[in-house]
Each structure stands twice: as C-alpha cells, then as structure tokens.
C-alpha cells in the first residue's frame, strides 16, 4: 500500500506543481498583457486561441486521445511504435490544412475576422500543440509526472518571454502589438512540437505500422466530435460576442473567462494524476475501501477549493486587469458554476473513456455545444456578457447530467455515490448565490475563502496523501 500512496502523491505534486507555476506566471503575465494591448487587441488574442484550439482538432485528428486506450489494450512494448505512428500520420492532415490555409488565405481571413498573418499562424501554432498534448498523455500514463512538469511549465516560460519581448521590439509604440503575443505564442509551441516529433523519430524505439492508424481512427473519429464540442462549450461565448458586440467587449468578456480558467487549471492537473489510478480502481487493482477512499478526498478538496475560489475570484480579477475591464466580475460567478460541472462531469465520463464508449461521449458534448449555441443566440442580443456566460454554465450542467445518466443507467456506473456529487454542487452554487449579495464585503468572503482552502490544508496534513 505504502508504494503505491508514494507514487501517487509524487504524480499528484508534479501536476499540481506544475499547474501552481503555470497559472502564477499567467497570474503575474495576464496584468502586463491587459495592459500592453487594448482591450480590442486582447480580444483578438483570445479569439485566435479559441480557433486554435479548434484547429489543433483537425491538424491532429484527436489522436492524443487514444493513448489511454492504447495503454490498456496495446503491449508495452508497442506504445513507442503506436505513438511513432499516429504522430507520422498527423502529417496528412496538417499538409492538407495548411496548404488550403496558405490558398484562401483572404477569405479564411474575412471569415474568422482574424488578419491574414495570424490564420498561417494558427495553423503551424496546432501542429505544435498537438504533437505537445501527445508527449504530455506520454508522460501522464507512463506516470512520468516530472518530464510533464517540465513540458508545461517550460512551454509557458518561452511563451511568455518571447511574447514580451517581440511586442516591446517590434511593436514599441502598441499598434498591432496582438501580432508580437500571436508569434510568441506558436513560434515555441512549433519549435518545441518539431524537437519532440523529431526526437522519437530518431530514436529508433518504434516503426511506423499502418495498422496503429487503424486502431487510432476507430477512437479518435467520435473523438472528433466530442473535441470540437468541448471546444464550442468553451468558446462559444467570446467568439459570439466578438462576431454581435465587437473586439472590445470580447476583450472584456475574455477576462472572466481567463480567471475561471485558473480553477480549470487546477481541475486539469489534479485530473491528470487521478484518472490512471481511478483506472486501477475500476479494474479491481485496488479494493473498494481505497476506491471510496480516493473518491470522497478528491470531491471533498475540490469541491472547498472552489467554493473558495468563487469567494476570492472579484479581488483576483482586480488584480489581473485595469478598471476598464473590471465590468466582467459579475461574469465569474456561473463561469465558475459551469467550471465546477466539468469537474463533475469528469467522473461519468472517464468511466466511458475505461469502457471505451467513446461514441456516447461525443454525443453528450455535441449535444451540450448545439444547446450552447442555440442560448447564446437567444440570450445575447438581450443579455450581453451575462446571457453567455449564463447560457455556457446551463450547458455544462447538461453536460454532466446526460453523462451522468449515461454511466449510471446504461453503463450501471455504480461506483461513486451520486449524493456526493450533487452536494457538491449544490454547495458551489449556495457559495455563488452568498457571494453575489455580498460582492460589497471583500474582506468577509476572503476570510470564509482562507478559512475553506485552511480545512484543505488540514485534511491533506492528516491523511498525508492528496487523494
């Protein structure tokens, strides 16, 4: 037993480590930027990161989300050639973007209202992202935490200095300083991409056999889908509000979304280090009492670290953006809602992910993205800012709850207990609802904030383990 609670705290370090350094550079970067490009510029960079990430879709046909399965149902001695594979084969679709990219440069550009440097950007930025999503699932079930942390916070490093430095450089007086952030953000994400892509090529520890590329395909198609949904979930808001309102108020809205998305940062890390050893779980590795044991902890933590969050967010936007921009706190609260359903979300649907259900994900997430869609058409043009982030919030709780419902009563997913889970979230939302009549009162939600992350604190103290 000892072993294996070893390892899982040093996986779960690692990740949260990493994600700490990450989102405190982001912490510290995100003033500087708000401030070194308006808000019609840091609206545009937001927008370009939403498309992408949409991009990275299609470039890298999702296949990094097979090495999960890989990893279950491949020998070990095949995973170097399985990943050689299906890198090779990325190759295909990212020459065929990029040279239809390089064709209807004008129009792509007119259609994505994002300047023509910035859409071949977008499309070597996704290659490099891919092959770095790929590397970072390598580390991840390989239960190399630390070549993660390395990956992630170096990427973030390089990102940031050379994002700084092209815009004071090369765009001294401000105008168009977006183009100085958009090439600092893909000229490391390509570099970094082409040196891994590279590395194990010439390493010699696998073939590329066409065969992999069949098992990849048969996953990653409804993968696809379920990809590009998360996607429109996510972005539907600034993207929406940039094609009705402007690059100002996307700019604005980006805000909320960038804060929010440190409690998503979180979420990610923490899962990250949890899903393989929820995989021991569900394949009876471990007994019951563990499994429990590791589920209660991880909702308990999570579930006081963002209600805290929730408490705490306003200052934290604050300090993030000059006061044009502070008109986006009101937004935190049902992003935040809606951050705490993806979590939630993450347990029904890993356990389809272990039963290799992959169709009945994609169909959830698409479903949850159209209903995103269809509020956001409704509710914008009445509601502004507020009615996306309200309509994004309704569809993440969608989200979860048809997951929920396709686990435990097509899947019969009886393996954590359902109240845990909606008391979960109804304790968020009781937080939100408390932290919106008292958004006058700083320092009384920031001491019920301490006071929360403090039982965090003594709880992992106790059990010294952070499941």
């Known amino acids: 037993m000892l072993p294996r609670q070893l390892t899982e705290n040093k996986m779960a370090l690692f990740n949260i480590l990493s994600t700490a350094i990450v989102a405190g550079i ?9 401030r070194m490009l ?12 939403a498309w992408v990430q949409v991009c990275t879709i299609f470039v890298g046909l999702q296949a990094n989300g097979s090495i999960a399965s890989a990893q279950a149902n491949l020998l070990d001695e095949e995973q170097d050639s399985y990943q050689l594979s299906i890198l090779v084969m990325s190759l295909i ?26 859409v071949i950007c977008m499309v070597l930025q996704s290659f490099g992202a891919f092959v770095i999503s790929l590397f970072s699932m390598r580390y991840i079930f390989r239960k190399q935490a630390q070549f993660n942390f390395a990956l992630s916070v170096g990427l973030c490093v390089a990102t940031t200095l050379l994002s700084v430095a092209l815009i004071l450089v090369a765009f001294p007086a401000g105008q168009e300083a977006y183009y100085g952030r958009a090439y600092g953000l893909m000229l490391p994400n390509l570099l970094l991409g082409v040196v891994l892509f590279a590395g194990l090529a010439l390493s010699r520890q696998g073939r590329v056999r066409l065969r992999y590329w069949k ?18 979930l996510a972005q539907t808001g600034k993207i929406m509000i940039q094609q009705l309102q402007g690059d100002s108020i996307a700019g604005i809205y980006s805000i909320a979304v960038v804060v929010v998305s440190l409690m998503a940062a979180i979420y990610s890390a923490l899962n ?16 019951e009492e563990v499994k429990q044991h590791h589920f209660r902890n991880y909702v308990t933590r999570f579930t006081l670290g963002s209600a805290a969050f929730v408490l705490m967010s306003p200052e934290i936007l604050k300090l993030m953006s000059p006061a044009e921009y502070w008109t986006a ?32 994900i994609a169909a959830g997430t698409l479903l949850a993205a159209l209903l995103n869609v269809a509020l956001a058409l409704v509710v914008i043009p009445s509601f502004g800012m507020m009615g996306a982030a309200f309509a994004t ?4 709780l969608a989200l979860f709850l048809f997951h929920f419902c396709m686990a435990r009563y097509r899947l019969e997913d009886r393996n954590y207990p359902a109240k845990f889970l909606f008391g979960g979230l109804a304790l968020v939302i009781l937080v939100a609802m408390g932290c919106y009549f008292a958004m006058g009162l700083p ?13 965090i604190v003594f709880r992992i103290r106790k059990t010294r383990t952070i499941f």
């Open 38 to 49: 308006d808000t019609g510029g840091f609206g545009i960079i937001n927008v370009y990161s």
């Open 26 to 34: 982001n912490f510290i970067t995100v003033p500087i930027f708000t």
């Open 443 to 455: 320092v009384l939600r920031w001491l019920a904030g301490v006071a929360l992350l403090s039982v």
């Open 215 to 232: 098992f990849c395909l048969g996953l990653t198609l409804p993968l696809i889908f379920h990809a590009l949904s998360q996607i429109v």
């Open 393 to 396: 919030m309704v569809a993440y």
């Open 329 to 360: 706190i009101p937004l935190l609260l049902p992003l935040a809602i809606g951050q705490y359903c993806v979590f939630l979300y993450s347990f029904p649907v890993n356990y389809e992910f272990f039963r290799m259900k992959t169709g009945s």
């Open 93 to 118: 679709p990212f020459g065929i973007i990029l040279a239809t990219a390089v064709v209807f440069l004008q129009p792509l550009s007119e259609l994505l209202l994002m300047p023509a440097p910035l």
């Open 272 to 287: 990250n280090a949890f899903v393989p050893f929820m995989y021991d779980d569900l394949s009876g590795k471990t007994g």
